[in-house]
């Protein structure tokens, strides 16, 4: 198998993650799903149960809310199937970790341009909307910017996903 490198981009309930899914197992090989979100109250306990319902026996879940590019680098083999869900909830974890922004961004598009086997990246597009009012929320826009337009880049394919319908940008 060749490597091939897929974004997909998309607002909130836009049909992403399904895409991705679907991709991912329209791929086959080893089927692993890297989960960036953390349950920090019930409503996101039930979230992440039905997406681990919904993806079944098939697949092998990783956690990886902060070393997104170690466990990316880790999976690296031809045989793979990679579904990093989400980028966005990612940076989230890293801003409130206070880690170095640059670091990270520069270790992920490592990562994403090594991968040897099919990787598929989920990202919410968040700078279509409002100027945020508040200092850290205009940061957290533009690094979800810079890790779009990076790993964008490094992919083989981007794909953006509205009202559940992909439009091809790359």
Not at 78 to 100: F, G, K, P
Not at 113 to 119: A, E, K, N, R
Request: net charge negative; with cysteine.
């Amino acid at each position: 198998m060749t490597a091939h490198r897929l974004l997909v981009l998309g607002g909130a309930r836009s049909g992403k993650s399904r895409l991705a899914q679907s991709r991912a197992e329209e791929h086959g090989g080893r089927l692993t799903y890297v989960a960036t979100a953390e349950a920090w109250d019930e409503e996101m306990s039930e979230r992440i149960a039905l997406h681990r319902a919904d993806r079944g026996p098939n697949w092998a879940t990783l956690e990886a809310p902060l070393d997104l590019a170690a466990a990316i680098a880790a999976r690296s083999a031809s045989d793979e199937t990679l579904l990093v869900d989400c980028l966005t909830l990612w940076a989230t974890n890293v801003m409130l970790a206070e880690r170095e922004l640059d670091a990270e961004l520069a270790a992920l598009t490592e990562a994403v341009s090594g991968f040897q086997g099919t990787l598929i990246l989920v990202a919410n597009e968040v700078g279509l909307g409002i100027v945020p009012d508040n200092a850290l929320a205009r940061r957290f826009r533009d690094f979800a910017g810079r890790i779009n337009q990076a790993v964008a880049a490094a992919a083989d394919e981007v794909v953006f996903v509205a009202a559940g319908l992909p439009l091809r940008l790359k």
